[in-house]
């Protein structure tokens, strides 16, 4: 069984800081991705980044310059850095990993439960 765990969210004025982190944990063989998405209420699950093990990162446009994600491929654990936060930014941010339980087994996708970043003055 895998599981994720996120931690880091809460409340933030507008410009401010937060950092969310994320554990995977279980019997994991390898861990491709790892990433954090974001819904607002009344709107679509985004991507908001990811980073594959081989260093890649992405983002969405609208986070760009102001988010750092970054990974402990060892350890399992992803992190997110949100710098000058907008009202906008406000949402449940879920942690997504792409991962596999054995070297032949296909990959599959494991989300976290989320955590709640309100950005607010």
């Known amino acids: 069984q895998v599981q994720l765990a996120e931690s880091g969210g809460g409340s933030v004025q507008p410009g401010g800081s937060l950092r969310l982190s994320c554990e995977a944990s279980?019997?994991?063989?390898?861990?491709?991705?790892m990433g954090w998405y974001r819904q607002a209420p009344g709107k679509q699950r985004e991507l908001v980044a990811d980073?594959?093990?081989?260093?890649?990162?992405n983002y969405s446009e609208s986070v760009k310059d102001r988010f750092t994600i970054s990974r402990d491929i060892p350890k399992n654990t992803a992190d997110l850095q949100m710098n000058n936060l907008k009202p906008e930014d406000t949402a449940v941010y879920y942690c997504?990993?792409?991962?596999?339980?054995?070297?032949?087994?296909?990959?599959?996708?494991?989300w976290g439960r989320g955590t709640q970043v309100t950005v607010s003055p």
């Open positions: 997504r990993a792409v991962l596999r339980l054995a070297r032949y087994a296909p990959d599959f996708i494991s």
């Open positions: 980073m594959s093990s081989s260093g890649n990162r």
């Open positions: 279980g019997n994991i063989f390898s861990v491709a991705s």
